[in-house]
Nanobody, 125 residues
Framework: QVRLVESGGGLVQAGGSLRLSCTAS????????VGWFRQAPGKEREFVAA????????AYGDSVKGRFTIARDNAKNTLYLQMNSLEAEDTAAYFC??????????????????WGQGTQVTVSC
């Protein structure tokens, strides 16, 4: 059974930083492109960042470029999201996800099949 478990969310002041982690089990992590998405109340789930299976390609949503960094450690089956210069607009539940096919790499939500339960990030002004 595939499991993706996020951690590291919490309450932080605007301008602060957080690092999210996502630990995967039940799949050969190093074969999958993975990414982060977020969903704020009343809004659709939106793309945040993606990284290829080997870590050589990354992509970011326009709203987080230059502030967030995605990384992975295949030896630890773990995905990370370093979030700096946080803004109130970053408040959302953050979800990690893995693509539906080996070696896929995508910024599109439909291309992701496995999802975690999410971790809440709240940025106060």
């Amino acid at each position: 059974q595939v499991r993706l478990v996020e951690s590291g969310g919490g309450l932080v002041q605007a301008g602060g930083s957080l690092r999210l982690s996502c630990t995967a089990s039940g799949l050969t992590f190093s074969r999958y492109g993975v990414g982060w998405f977020r969903q704020a109340p009343g809004k659709e789930r939106e793309f945040v960042a993606a990284i290829s299976h080997g870590g050589d390609k990354t992509a970011y949503g326009d709203s987080v470029k230059g502030r967030f960094t995605i990384a992975r450690d295949n030896a630890k089956n773990t995905l990370y999201l370093q979030m700096n210069s946080l803004e109130a607009e970053d408040t959302a539940a953050y979800f990690c996800a893995a693509t539906s096919r080996w070696y896929a790499y995508s910024t599109r939500r439909p291309d992701y099949y496995y999802w975690g339960q999410g971790t809440q990030v709240t940025v106060s002004c």
